[in-house]
């Protein structure tokens, strides 16, 4: 690891420019300040493209703050120090700038890997943690209300430092190498995941194909990510995103969530924890039964959308939220998603019946349609979770992370080995989940209960019955 990599808290020289915490109203534009930094990548010093360096002080103090709520991480971070496994790789990562992912990136680091990074979503990066990455000399090319075009370009100059190995969130990264950058498959890159449910379907489609050109680690698909970071990390983040946004109460509400997978059955317990009462629509009927036994009315998206009073799409489909959905809307209703694409709710369509529209509050839209009735679209329609709010908790990132840091060692320690592992979507041994879940109990204080050799060799015995 180079020393410039090292070093915490290093001032580098300011760009003056305006300050964007998540709550703020942040008006895109392709002529953005944070470009005038962009440089060439070196390992001896990161290149930058941030909001505003000067908020680096601030973004450390989040850093701390997660750190101290990431045992499983922070652990493994420890013992990584001392052996390096990931000296001389270089990752590049394509996932939201968060006080978490940051300590995902210092995992890296401290793993003796150079990371360059860029935001999986325009309005998920925190500004302040951004910051603070640059000015540790990660090369970061993230910033809160980017530009699609500049989404793109910044992707784009994470790979200008021929990573070997990839991680990324939605999978814009793998599909950028995959279009524009494959001559640096096998010389350079050698493997790679994926953090999130619609990023593997994507993955698992192209491999379906014959064109994924090298191996992934499907890291949702992990136990101990999508059992918890899916359902209670969603569940918390995606309230906290609605209510910053809106501050309406959620008791005596009808709360429509669109999808009961995981994202949104923990969105829906969280909903109904507040004293809304939620209607789930779905198209897969385990699903919907699912949702009917947990205590939930099921409807169509016909049928919900004159009911319901907030709506929270989570299904990684698009269009779910259409117009004659609009229409048929009460005044005042709330729209939202929390899938990762903002393709969920149809934007174009209700900007077409509204007479006018007007940002209200920070990530909070209103759309008056031609009869008066009013609409209010959060966040864009991108993720409220991390748009409006900050995202999942630091806690349940732990584990999701600590399976994203392990993938990792788990593609070089192969490479080492000369292991070739196939051009697929893989999943991560059960093992990993194991040994995180272990560590994250004992972190809490928990302990368990052990087999004796008698119950052990009884669960063993066939022929035990009554
Ligand atoms: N997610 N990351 C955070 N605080 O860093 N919050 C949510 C964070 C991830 C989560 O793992 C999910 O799969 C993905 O964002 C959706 O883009």
């Known amino acids: 690891?180079?020393?410039?990599?090292?070093?915490?808290?290093?001032?580098?020289?300011?760009?003056?420019?305006?300050?964007?915490?998540?709550?703020?109203?942040?008006?895109?534009?392709?002529?953005?300040?944070?470009?005038?930094?962009?440089?060439?990548?070196?390992?001896?010093?990161?290149?930058?493209?941030?909001?505003?360096?000067?908020?680096?002080?601030?973004?450390?103090?989040?850093?701390?703050?997660?750190?101290?709520?990431?045992?499983?991480?922070?652990?493994?971070?420890?013992?990584?120090?001392?052996?390096?496994?990931?000296?001389?790789?270089?990752?590049?990562?394509?996932?939201?700038?968060?006080?978490?992912?940051?300590?995902?990136?210092?995992?890296?680091?401290?793993?003796?890997?150079?990371?360059?990074?860029?935001?999986?979503?325009?309005?998920?990066?925190?500004?302040?943690?951004?910051?603070?990455?640059?000015?540790?000399?990660?090369?970061?090319?993230?910033?809160?209300?980017?530009?699609?075009?500049?989404?793109?370009?910044?992707?784009?100059?994470?790979?200008?430092?021929?990573?070997?190995?990839?991680?990324?969130?939605?999978?814009?990264?793998?599909?950028?190498?995959h279009e524009k950058y494959a001559d640096l498959v096998g010389e350079y890159i050698f493997g790679g995941t994926e953090e999130t449910t619609t990023g593997v379907h994507r993955l698992r489609s192209r491999a379906a194909q014959g064109k994924l050109l090298y191996p992934v680690y499907a890291v949702n698909d992990a136990e101990t990510k999508w059992d918890f970071d899916n359902v209670y990390g969603t569940g918390q983040s995606t309230l906290d995103g609605i209510i910053r946004a809106t501050s309406v109460m959620l008791a005596g509400k009808n709360f429509v969530v669109a999808g009961y997978g995981h994202c949104g059955s923990g969105v829906a317990k969280r909903a109904a924890g507040m004293g809304a009462s939620v209607i789930a629509t779905e198209i897969k009927p385990t699903a919907a039964l699912k949702a009917t036994l947990e205590g939930h009315r099921v409807m169509t998206m016909d049928e919900a959308a004159s009911v319901g009073d907030i709506f929270c799409t989570a299904t990684g489909v698009k269009d779910i939220i259409r117009k004659r959905h609009f229409e048929a809307m009460k005044d005042g209703a709330i729209v939202c998603n929390t899938g990762h694409y903002d393709a969920e709710i149809n934007i174009n369509e209700l900007a077409a019946l509204a007479k006018s529209r007007r940002t209200i509050r920070p990530n909070c839209e209103e759309f008056v349609l031609k009869g008066g009735k009013r609409i209010y679209l959060l966040a864009e329609g991108r993720l409220v979770n991390l748009a409006a709010a900050e995202g999942h908790p630091s806690e349940v990132m732990d584990m999701s992370f600590a399976n994203q840091f392990m993938a990792h060692l788990r593609l070089v320690q192969a490479k080492k080995q000369g292991i070739t592992l196939p051009n697929e979507v893989l999943d991560l041994p059960v093992e990993q989940d194991q040994f995180i879940a272990t560590v994250k109990l004992k972190s809490m204080g928990l302990n368990l209960d052990e087999l004796t050799p008698d119950q052990l060799a009884y669960i063993n015995d066939y022929s035990h019955g009554t």
């Open 1 to 177: 690891m180079k020393e410039t990599q090292k070093k915490r808290g290093k001032a580098k020289k300011s760009t003056a420019v305006v300050a964007s915490p998540n709550n703020a109203i942040v008006k895109r534009s392709a002529s953005i300040p944070a470009r005038q930094e962009k440089g060439k990548f070196s390992e001896e010093k990161g290149v930058y493209c941030v909001r505003n360096i000067a908020l680096a002080e601030s973004g450390r103090e989040l850093i701390a703050w997660a750190e101290s709520r990431m045992p499983v991480l922070m652990s493994l971070r420890k013992e990584m120090r001392k052996t390096k496994p990931l000296k001389g790789i270089r990752i590049a990562g394509c996932l939201h700038v968060t006080k978490e992912t940051a300590v995902l990136i210092r995992a890296f680091q401290d793993a003796g890997a150079i990371v360059s990074w860029s935001g999986c979503n325009p309005l998920s990066t925190n500004d302040a943690v951004s910051a603070a990455l640059a000015e540790d000399g990660i090369s970061i090319y993230a910033w809160y209300g980017c530009s699609v075009p500049d989404f793109y370009w910044s992707i784009e100059r994470t790979l200008d430092m021929k990573p070997h190995l990839t991680l990324d969130d939605g999978c814009d990264l793998i599909n950028t190498v």
